[in-house]
């Protein structure tokens, strides 16, 4: 049973008279034990709530349009604890990072309820069969960290002795007709090279229904005292690894339409090798793993620039980014800069010192970062940083320092660059919304 903390006004709840402090007991005589149960049985156009009231069992009917919101609120999301998981990975990010963070950071989440709600990555270690078979009932998509198909070294990356087997889950999944989107964290000397070669063509034979895999470099910070040896990749580590996996992208485009793998941007950076053309990403399948960020950020910023006019007087304004991101960016702000005089736009890479110097992306800049290295400097009326840089929805920087600080340390506005290039053209040009 779960307490229904509200009833949202106007809902088909409120109109039937369910109570907030009443308790959900089932769904059409289905259990309800979370928001999975509650968002599949309560889709039906037919509702029949099953309610504890004081003690007293009641029934409301309610007909409403399938999909219709029914209108009761819980306690916690999920209506239900997140699922922690049950991996020590040997390149857990969380494992190295520095005491003294915001809890919530962290909490290690392994919880196929929040890939299907949240797109987030699963191992499927601390799945049973009976979690498989239900989203395999609810016909349910997810997003599953693989890293390899080879069990023994599956084991052995994630720490948990059940990880090897739980791999025929992905298969079963698969074979269901069960969509899959699979990440690789990829470590030199682990799972590249040959590994990588195994796991690619071990998850070629489930297509169509592993719909994209992203390869990402493992990121290696400064806390990493009694942890696994970890390496970064090289240049020419990154080279290979991309040669593998284009090397399949060619393969599956031929057999199946679609080139299914990708690495991420941060290979082609490491690597020193041009971002591929727009065509190579195809819908963009693995944007939120940094597969086709940049490539996708020059082409809109190109598009903006072509339409954009100058209007009013000089500008001079300041970009922060990581190490990684600041050719791009540097790049296109010379761009802009070409194209109307009247803007002074310099960019700025912050030297990760809070993670360690390894840590090149934009999203792990702290304000003390920022703030410790841009004192000194001219920054002109704005400094523009991405959005990433800050915890969603919040003015919050990874160190917990806000935005106002960074603005009182360095005496200037700052504001986000927004999603994309064209939002990042409009922050230079100073347009608001
Ligand atoms: S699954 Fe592995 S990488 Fe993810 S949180 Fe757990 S230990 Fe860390």
Same mark, same amino acid.
């Given at each position: 049973m779960v307490k229904i903390n509200s009833i949202i006004p106007g809902s088909p709840a409120e109109k039937v008279g369910v109570l907030a402090g009443d308790l959900l007991n089932s769904i059409n005589g289905h259990s309800v034990r979370d928001v999975l149960d509650y968002m599949y049985y309560a889709a039906e156009t037919e509702v029949v709530l099953d309610i504890i009231r004081d003690g007293e069992q009641l029934d409301f009917n309610i007909s409403k349009d399938e999909y219709d919101d029914l209108g009761l609120e819980f306690e916690t999301f999920l209506m239900d604890k997140k699922q922690s998981c049950s991996n020590k990975c040997v390149f857990c990010f969380i494992d190295q990072m520095p005491p003294g963070m915001r809890e919530t950071l962290y909490f290690k989440d392994d919880d196929a309820r929040l890939s299907f709600l949240q797109g987030n990555y699963v191992t499927l270690t601390n799945m049973k069969q009976a979690d498989i078979d239900r989203i395999i009932e609810m016909k349910l998509n997810i997003n599953? +960290?693989?890293? !390899? !198909?080879?069990?023994e070294l599956r084991v052995k990356m994630m720490h948990n002795r059940f990880a090897g087997e739980k791999l025929k889950f992905i298969r079963q999944l698969a074979e269901s007709g069960i969509k899959l989107n699979c990440q690789v964290v990829c470590c030199p000397g682990l799972n590249d090279g040959d590994e990588l070669r195994r796991t690619l063509s071990d998850l070629g034979e489930l297509m169509p229904n592993i719909t994209s895999m992203a390869v990402v470099p493992v990121g290696v910070t400064k806390y990493r005292q009694g942890l696994f040896p970890l390496k970064t990749f090289d240049k020419k580590g990154a080279g290979? !690894?991309?040669? &593998? &996996?284009?090397?399949? $992208?060619?393969e599956f485009l031929e057999k199946f339409g679609t080139r299914t793998v990708f690495p991420s941007d941060e290979f082609y950076l490491i690597a020193e090798r041009p971002l591929p053309e727009a065509e190579a990403y195809e819908d963009y399948s693995q944007f939120e793993n940094g597969v086709g960020m940049l490539r996708s950020l020059i082409d809109e910023f190109g $598009?903006? =620039? %072509?339409?954009?006019?100058?209007?009013?007087?000089? @500008?001079f304004v300041s970009i922060a980014t990581g190490y990684s991101a600041f050719g791009t960016i540097d790049m296109l702000a010379k761009q802009a800069e070409q194209k109307f005089p009247e803007l002074r736009c310099d960019v700025h890479r912050i030297r990760n010192d809070f993670f360690g110097e390894t840590i090149t992306v934009s999203g792990l &800049?702290?304000? $003390? %970062?920022i703030i410790a290295q841009l004192k000194d400097k001219e920054l002109g009326s704005e400094l523009i940083i991405p959005p990433n840089m800050l915890k969603r929805d919040s003015d919050l920087f990874l160190d %917990? =320092? @806000?935005? +106002? %600080?960074?603005?009182?340390a360095l005496g200037v506005k700052l504001r986000t660059s927004g999603s994309d290039g064209f939002e990042l053209l409009d922050a230079m040009m100073g347009i608001e919304y």
């Open positions: 599953v +960290s693989v890293h !390899t !198909t080879n069990p290979e !690894t991309i040669d &593998i &996996i284009e090397s399949y $992208q060619r $598009q903006a =620039l %072509d339409m954009a006019e100058w209007e009013g007087g000089k @500008r &800049i702290t304000a $003390q %970062d %917990d =320092l @806000r935005v +106002s %600080d960074v603005e009182e």
